[in-house]
Nanobody, 129 residues
Framework: QVQLVESGGGLVQAGGSLRLSCAASGRTFSSYAMGWFRQAPGKEREFVVGISRSGGSTYYADSVKGRFTISRDNAKNTVYLQMNSLKPEDTAVYYC??????????????????????WGKGTLVTVSS
């Protein structure tokens, strides 16, 4: 069993930055690819960024490429999401996700919501214009 707890969300002006953290319980953190999904009001949950179990491979959705950076510290059981140049369209609840599928472990790409093994409860990011 893995528990994921997000922190770092909040209200920021457009162009600003936030750093999200996701702390995982358990001793198997390094066995999972980690990632962040987000869900805006009235929209489906979407995969935004992912990182392989080793941290050597990452994936970014086109909408955040060049602005967001994912990293992980396996010694601290924590994954981070640095978000820069935030836009109002980045407003959403951000969910931390752990995925043990082979594809995700190697590439950081999570095939879909159904492949995620564990979810955090989410943290709200609001970007004002």
């Amino acid at each position: 069993q893995v528990q994921l707890v997000e922190s770092g969300g909040g209200l920021v002006q457009a162009g600003g930055s936030l750093r999200l953290s996701c702390a995982a319980s358990g001793r198997t953190f390094s066995s999972y690819a980690m990632g962040w999904f987000r869900q805006a009001p009235g929209k489906e949950r979407e995969f935004v960024v992912g990182i392989s179990r080793s941290g050597g491979s990452t994936y970014y959705a086109d909408s955040v490429k060049g602005r967001f950076t994912i990293s992980r510290d396996n010694a601290k059981n924590t994954v981070y999401l640095q978000m820069n140049s935030l836009k109002p369209e980045d407003t959403a609840v951000y969910y931390c996700a752990a995925d043990k599928s082979y594809t995700a472990q190697v590439t950081g790409v999570m095939p879909g919501i159904s492949s995620v093994d564990y979810w955090g409860k989410g943290t709200l990011v609001t970007v004002s214009s």
